[in-house]
T-cell receptor, first 114, second 115 residues
């Protein structure tokens, strides 16, 4: 069965430090992979997506993610975190074979300290 | 332009009552999704609409849950005889069809509390 695992429930980083949020997925075929961010009281916003091609994808707000098939991972990175990046981050996997159904991870809560 | 809107933003109801949650998708989006987000959990897929039809109802947790979409636009999620375990944030998302179906735009959610 398809699933998404975000092993880190909560991460705290200092402003200006680098960030990596982990995401592992389980899916039999090539997945479509996504990262969403949810700020307090806000809806989910798409940060970036991977369908095919270049395994390093760039997103909004200076985020990037790398698809590693051998590790079944799609980790999100940012070289220098800003206080406004504090939010909940969700990794998701979907594919046409799943009938447009998305599978979301349980999320990683990011705290940024000054 | 306007994003996905949901109403009400908050709903408190007594156990056993029925509730209706509304979603207004982005104009022109043919696909519409409902998810449930419980405290400390990820998003749980409930149902997907393509136009007015729902090819995938597999996520509805019980027969107390139903959804409809009319005119290819507004959707209503109905929960009958609410239970305390139904308390959650219900999120709606919409998108265009095809490969871009996966670029879903989310509403702010309806927080449902069953007392």
């Amino acid at each position: 069965a398809q699933s998404v695992t975000q092993p880190d429930i909560h991460i705290t980083v200092s402003e200006g430090a680098s960030l990596e949020l982990r995401c592992n997925y389980s899916y039999g075929a090539t997945p479509y992979l996504f990262w969403y961010v949810q700020s307090p009281g806000q809806g989910l916003q798409l940060l970036l997506k991977y369908f095919s091609g270049d395994t390093l994808v760039q997103g909004i707000k200076g985020f990037e993610a790398e698809f590693k098939r051998s590790q079944s991972s799609f980790n999100l990175r940012k070289p220098s975190v800003h206080w406004s990046d504090a939010a909940e981050y969700f990794c998701a996997v979907g594919a046409a074979a799943t009938g447009n159904q998305f599978y979301f991870g349980t999320g990683t809560s990011l705290t940024v300290i000054p | 332009g306007a994003g996905v809107s949901q109403s009400p933003s908050n709903k408190v109801t007594e156990k056993g009552k029925d509730v209706e949650l509304r979603c207004d998708p982005i104009s022109g989006h043919t696909a519409l999704y409902w998810y449930r987000q419980s405290l400390g959990q990820g998003l749980e897929f409930l149902i997907y609409f393509q136009g007015n039809s729902a090819p995938d109802k597999s996520g509805l947790p019980s027969d107390r849950f139903s959804a409809e979409r009319t005119g290819g636009s507004v959707s209503t999620l109905t929960i009958q005889r609410t239970q305390q375990e139904d308390s959650a944030v219900y999120l709606c998302a919409s998108s265009f069809s095809g490969r871009s179906t996966y670029e879903q735009y989310f509403g702010p959610g309806t927080r449902l509390t069953v007392t």
